[in-house]
């Protein structure tokens, strides 16, 4: 389990779980680490049950190696059964779920030898490197595949409807109410 960004500031960590379901149905459980209401609208801040994992596919020779995100679904398709194994191999249990691949179980110790770091190239905006940790490897049709972890929380940020189901931000509505919700989560935190 990652731990939560807001640890002792929120006394509503794991308070509840949030299903959150994307367009082809499939769910992602989460906890609810912190909700709030601005303007009279609630906003939950979400953590996945499950540790969030990233496939990564290994290009070039040694001397000028390069990992390329695997985001393709036929190609997720095609090799989720092949990870899915070698992860279990260590009693993780890798699932398609909404919005991220995730797994199931109690992840490895970290050890500095398995981190990875990745440089995330955005144009305007300035971004902090993501350090992964190396959960597993595997060939598919002489392709080197890796499986990395986040040492970082994945967290979700939605609005809850009127029905009482959340729905995520967009990356547009987030960044329009970026600016309100940071103010009342600091001001909740003094």
């Known amino acids: 389990m990652l731990?939560?960004?807001?640890?002792?500031?929120?006394?509503?960590t794991h308070a509840g779980s949030i299903t959150l379901t994307d367009d082809k149905g499939r769910t992602l459980?989460?906890?609810?680490?912190?909700?709030?209401?601005?303007?009279?609208?609630?906003?939950?801040?979400?953590?996945?049950?499950?540790?969030?994992?990233?496939?990564?596919?290994?290009?070039?020779?040694?001397?000028e190696e390069e990992a390329t995100l695997v985001e393709d679904e036929d190609t997720i398709e095609q090799i989720f059964g092949i990870a899915q194994a070698v992860l279990a191999e260590q009693n993780l249990f890798l699932k398609h779920t909404a919005y991220a691949l995730t797994v199931g179980g109690?992840?490895?110790?970290?050890?500095?030898?398995?981190l990875f770091t990745l440089e995330i190239e955005d144009e305007g905006a300035d971004l902090e490197p993501e350090q992964l940790q190396l959960l597993a490897s595997?060939?598919?049709?002489?392709?080197?595949?890796?499986i990395y972890?986040?040492?970082d929380p994945l967290l979700f940020f939605a609005r809850m409807?009127?029905?009482?189901?959340?729905?995520?931000?967009s990356p547009?509505?987030?960044?329009?109410?970026?600016?309100?919700?940071?103010?009342?989560?600091?001001?909740?935190?003094?």
């Open 29 to 63: 459980e989460c906890y609810v680490e912190h909700s709030l209401t601005v303007d009279g609208q609630e906003y939950v801040l979400l953590l996945p049950v499950d540790s969030p994992i990233e496939i990564f596919a290994w290009q070039g020779d040694d001397e």
């Open 149 to 151: 972890t986040p040492l």
């Open 3 to 12: 731990p939560s960004q807001f640890p002792e500031e929120n006394d509503q």
């Open 138 to 146: 595997f060939y598919h049709e002489e392709q080197e595949y890796a």
């Open 161 to 169: 409807s009127k029905t009482g189901k959340p729905e995520l931000l």
């Open 172 to 190: 547009e509505e987030f960044r329009q109410v970026q600016p309100l919700l940071e103010e009342h989560l600091f001001n909740e935190v003094e």
């Open 106 to 114: 109690e992840l490895p110790p970290v050890e500095e030898s398995e």
